[in-house]
């Protein structure tokens, strides 16, 4: 009854907020979105019954243009669900630290100052790096919802951003004070898939070591005629976390607690524009002072057509260790969605049907076949304002690959979203 109130109350404020966006004065805007989802597992995980799994989501996007070189942008969220993703406590979450997403958040909230060719933001905000369209190593500043792998979404960070742009030049300088982690699966769903090793003892959630220190990154970019490259440093920590195992003896149990090394990065990106086609790479090397955390680099490689109302991507993920730590037999690793996604063909092709029907699929194949996932996405729209989703998930692999793990997770989800 509780989440029934709430979610009218938002509602009612989504319905009020759409009619004093047409009232209110052009310093003032609106937008927003009310969604329902449905998701079916056809197969039960040995961790997991549940089969489906229903969820709502408010979101309201007030901005307001308070001068020509000031604006204040925000994101407010409202969510339940009926398989404990959402967290139950009704308050008002910005760190976005929890195990679980919160029912009540603020998604974003900053402001930006724009003077000529420099932009400074100050708050919860958005910041993407790279050129790639599937994997992006140098995005350091871009954690995400990982609660159900392959459908996630990014977070915001609290940050200082400044972009200075020149001619052809461009300097992105991003200082964050307070860490903000991606989101996990939790220990007890389906997607977190645990060696049959680990069911000897139980296993308890530690919780997780956050590092106080803050981050720093620094990209250049260059744009000429052809062609398009980029040069990025970041120093902070990375925000996938490896898993430290701890034995109890009384009562015996194993508790698990996420940490979050240090990390350096060096990175670059490149787009060149060819008359079929457009060439993209990226590349990260990432170095770490944490004993326990591997040194590695990631690079892709793809090519990009447009044709008509077709989108065609295709391309490579891979990766290199040049330091690789030891992780005792039976105990998870830690969660590395990014080197899970490496040694995969990558692609993806969309189709626009009509203005208000699409088609969308993605796919990666891991080394040798050892993982799969492919992604089928059919939109539709009626009118302005309503939309409908359908979208499924088909994984298959050996149950040691990081896609692989995932065979009984394929689903089929469902979703209805009126924008106001």
């Not at 932009?119 to 369209?133: H, I, M, N, P, S």
């Not at 969605?337 to 891991?366: H, K, Q, W």
């Amino acid at each position: 009854m509780k989440h029934r109130h709430l979610l009218a109350a938002v509602l009612s404020v989504a319905a009020a907020c759409g009619v004093a966006r047409q009232a209110s004065a052009q310093a003032l805007s609106w937008r927003g979105f009310a969604e329902a989802s449905l998701s079916f597992y056809p197969q039960p995980a040995p961790n997991d019954a549940t089969t489906g799994v229903a969820g709502a989501l408010v979101r309201v996007e007030p901005a307001v243009k308070a001068a020509d070189w000031l604006r204040v942008a925000a994101s407010f969220d409202a969510r339940m669900d009926t398989h404990d993703q959402v967290a139950r406590e009704w308050t008002l979450d910005w760190s976005d630290r929890g195990i679980r997403r919160p029912s009540l958040s603020v998604r974003r909230l900053s402001a930006v100052v724009s003077r000529g060719g420099l932009t400074f933001e100050l708050g919860k905000q958005f910041v993407r790096w790279g050129k790639a369209d599937i994997l992006n190593p140098t995005d350091r500043f871009a954690p995400r919802d990982f609660l159900s792998v392959v459908d996630n979404d990014f977070l915001a960070v609290t940050s200082a951003r400044a972009t200075c742009e020149r001619g052809g030049h461009t300097l992105d300088v991003v200082w964050v004070p307070r860490f903000t982690p991606s989101r996990i699966p939790l220990f007890d769903q389906r997607w977190t898939v645990l060696p049959p090793q680990a069911g000897l003892l139980p296993l308890v959630d530690g919780g997780a070591r956050y590092p106080r220190g803050s981050q720093a990154g620094v990209r250049w970019n260059r744009a000429g005629a052809g062609y398009e490259f980029a040069l990025s440093f970041y120093n902070g920590f990375n925000h996938l976390p490896l898993i430290d195992a701890a034995t109890v003896p009384a009562p015996p149990r194993v508790v698990l607690t996420r940490v979050y090394p240090q990390m350096r990065m060096y990175g670059a990106d490149a787009a060149l524009p060819r008359r079929w086609f457009t060439l993209k790479g990226e590349f990260g090397y990432f170095t770490s002072a944490t004993p326990s955390a591997d040194e590695y680099g990631i690079y892709v490689v793809q090519i990009e057509r447009q044709v008509g109302d077709w989108t065609l991507v295709g391309g490579y993920s891979g990766d290199f260790v040049t330091r690789h730590r030891v992780v005792p037999a039976g105990l998870p690793e830690g969660f590395n969605a990014e080197r899970g996604f490496s040694r995969a063909f990558l692609g993806r092709v969309a189709f626009t049907i009509d203005p208000a029907r699409s088609l969308v699929a993605e796919a990666a194949v891991r080394h040798k076949g050892a993982g799969a996932w492919l992604k089928g996405q059919y939109v539709h729209a009626w009118g302005r304002h309503l939309r409908g989703t359908v979208e499924g998930n088909w994984l298959r692999g050996d149950d040691t690959d990081f896609l692989g793990q995932f065979h009984r997770n394929s689903n089929v989800n469902l979703t209805l979203r009126y924008s106001f």
